[in-house]
C-alpha cells in the first residue's frame, strides 16, 4: 500500500514525499482510513512506528476546508486541540503538524509550561486552528481566558495512558468540560492496561480500535541486554561500557531528578560528557540539553522519565536504564526511544539485587525472557578489588600487613590516664564548711562591692523573724 492509496489529499502527498516517505507504517494504514470517515479511534502501536502521522495527517485532511489566509483573528478559531503529556512531545508533534501541513494555510502552535505565557497569548490572540498544549498550560490560558475552545472539531490524546493517568486525569476532566459534546476524538499510545482502556471508552463514541502488535510489545529491531551488578557497582560498569565499547549518543534513565543530576556530574568526572534532564531544569536547559545531544556535541543524555514519551531522536543507537523504572510500561517506552523507523538499537539494564521484582515485572509484561550478559573484564576488576574500590598496595601481600597491625598492636605499651589539671579532680576531699573556709582564705583580694538594687522584699523585723 501507498499513502496515494490512503485517499490523501494532494497537498499532503507532496509533503510526504518532501520527507521522502512513500509506504505508510502499518499503524498509519489501518488508522488513516478511519479517521478519515470521521470516527473515534483507540489505536495502540510499538513506539517508532509513526504514530504521530497517523493522526497529524488525516486531521489535516478534514482541516483542510477552513484553510484560509485571511489575517482576521475570527476567521482562525481553535478547531483542533493535541494534548501531549511532556512539552519535549508538544514540540515534536508541532514540528511534525508544520511539516505535513505546510502546503496548507492552516495556523498552529503550541504551549506548554517552563517559558514565559505573553508570547503565547499573543499567538493565540492572532488565531491558530491547531493547538498543542500540555494540560497545566492549557488551563492556565483558559483561566485567562486568552483561548477559546467552544470550536474544536478534533480533539487528539497522544500518549492516552500517561494522559489518562492519575496524575492528569483532573486536568483531563477540567479541559474536556469547555470542549465541544459533539467532536472526534482519538487516542493514541503504545501500551494500554485494561483499566486505561475502560476509562478511555468514556471519552470515545463507538470507537475502532487500532492494533497493530500485541499489546505492550516492543519492536524487534531492538536488542536487550541485562547487566547484574551491585548498585554501588553501576556507574563504574556504565564507564566501562561506554569506554570500552566507545558508545556514542547514549541516553540513560533514571527514576529520580536527583539522581540524574549525580550521575550526569559523576559521568563528566570519569571523562564522559553527559548532561542531565529533567523537570526541574529550565525549558530552555532542556532544549539546550537535547539539541546538543542530538548534535553529538553531548555522549551522553541522562533523564527521567520526561525523555521516555515521544521523544524522538534520529538514528539513537543506546537506552541504558541505569535504574529500572518501576511500572514494567515505562520499560517499553524507555527502550522505544531506539531503534526508530527500522533502524537497529540495543536496551541495556543495571539491574541490582533490588531490582529483581521490577525485572520480572518487565518480563512478565513483555512475555520473553531477557538475556543477562557477563560483565566481563569489569567483574573480574572488582572482584580483584577490595570493598571501597581501593586497590592493595604492591609489594606488600595482604596477610603480612595484617600480621604487621597484631604486631604493633601487641607491642603498643598500655595506656595510662595523664593526670587532670583541674583542681577539683586532683586535690583531697575537703568538707564543705572546712571548704568555704579554706575558699575564703586563699581567695584573691577584690574590690569594694557595688551597691546595686534589691530584687527582693526587705527582710521583716526582728521580732517578727523569731516567732
Do not use: W
Amino acid at each position: 500500500m501507498l499513502f496515494f492509496d490512503l485517499g490523501l489529499a494532494p497537498e499532503l502527498l507532496r509533503a510526504i514525499a518532501d520527507q521522502g516517505y512513500t509506504d505508510p507504517t502499518p499503524v498509519q494504514a489501518k488508522a488513516i482510513p478511519p479517521i478519515l470517515q470521521g470516527q473515534d479511534v483507540m489505536a495502540a502501536a510499538q513506539t517508532g512506528t509513526g504514530k504521530t502521522a497517523g493522526f497529524t495527517l488525516p486531521m489535516l485532511q478534514r482541516l483542510k476546508e477552513f484553510a484560509n489566509s485571511s489575517v482576521s483573528p475570527a476567521r482562525h478559531p481553535v478547531r483542533a486541540l493535541i494534548l501531549t503529556p511532556t512539552r519535549e512531545l508538544a514540540a515534536q508533534v508541532q514540528d511534525s503538524v508544520k511539516t505535513y501541513g505546510k502546503h496548507i494555510a492552516l495556523r498552529s502552535a503550541v504551549v506548554y509550561g517552563g517559558v514565559h505565557i505573553d508570547p503565547q497569548i499573543a499567538e493565540l490572540r492572532a488565531g491558530v486552528e491547531i493547538l498543542v498544549a500540555t494540560p497545566g498550560r492549557l488551563l492556565d490560558h483558559l483561566g485567562q481566558k486568552t483561548v477559546n475552545l467552544s470550536q474544536v472539531q478534533f480533539l487528539v490524546l497522544d500518549e492516552a495512558d500517561r494522559m489518562l493517568d492519575m496524575g492528569f486525569l483532573p486536568d483531563i476532566k477540567r479541559i474536556l468540560s469547555v470542549l465541544p459534546a459533539k467532536r472526534q476524538s482519538l487516542l493514541f499510545s503504545a501500551t494500554y492496561s485494561d483499566d486505561i482502556r475502560g476509562l478511555a471508552k468514556q471519552f470515545l463514541t463507538n470507537p475502532v480500535s487500532v492494533e497493530v502488535a500485541r499489546r505492550n510489545s516492543v519492536i524487534e529491531t531492538v536488542t536487550h541486554l541485562v547487566y547484574k551488578v551491585e548498585g554501588t557497582a553501576k556507574r563504574d560498569l556504565l564507564t566501562h561500557l561506554i569506554k570500552s565499547r566507545d558508545m556514542r549518543q547514549v541516553l540513560v534513565f533514571c527514576n529520580t531528578k536527583i539522581g540524574a543530576n549525580r550521575l550526569a556530574y559523576k559521568l563528566d568526572k570519569d571523562g564522559v560528557g553527559a548532561a542531565a534532564i529533567h523537570s526541574d531544569r529550565t525549558q530552555g536547559e532542556r532544549m539546550q540539553a537535547l539539541a546538543e545531544f542530538k548534535e553529538g556535541k553531548t555522549k551522553v543524555l541522562v533523564a527521567t522519565d520526561i525523555a521516555a514519551r515521544g521523544l524522538d531522536i534520529e538514528q539513537l543507537p543506546f537506552v541504558v536504564n541505569f535504574d529500572l523504572p518501576g511500572s514494567p510500561e515505562d520499560y517499553v517506552h524507555r527502550v522505544g526511544r531506539t531503534g526508530r523507523a527500522g533502524l537497529t538499537g540495543e536496551a541495556i539494564s543495571l539491574v541490582s539485587d533490588e531490582e529483581r521484582d521490577d525485572l520480572a515485572a518487565i518480563e512478565k509484561l513483555l512475555k520473553i525472557k531477557l538475556p543477562v550478559q557477563d560483565p566481563g573484564q569489569f567483574a573480574r576488576e572488582r572482584v580483584s578489588a577490595p570493598r571501597g574500590g581501593s586497590r592493595r598496595p604492591e609489594g606488600r601481600p595482604a596477610a603480612r600487613r595484617d600480621e604487621h597491625r597484631r604486631d604493633t598492636h601487641r607491642a603498643a605499651p598500655p595506656r595510662t590516664t595523664a593526670p587532670s589539671a583541674d583542681p577539683l579532680f586532683s586535690r583531697p576531699y575537703i568538707p564543705s564548711s572546712e571548704e568555704t573556709q579554706t575558699a575564703t582564705t586563699v581567695a584573691p583580694a577584690r574590690g569594694p562591692k557595688k551597691e546595686i538594687a534589691a530584687l527582693f522584699l526587705p527582710p521583716a523585723p526582728a521580732e517578727k523573724q523569731d516567732a
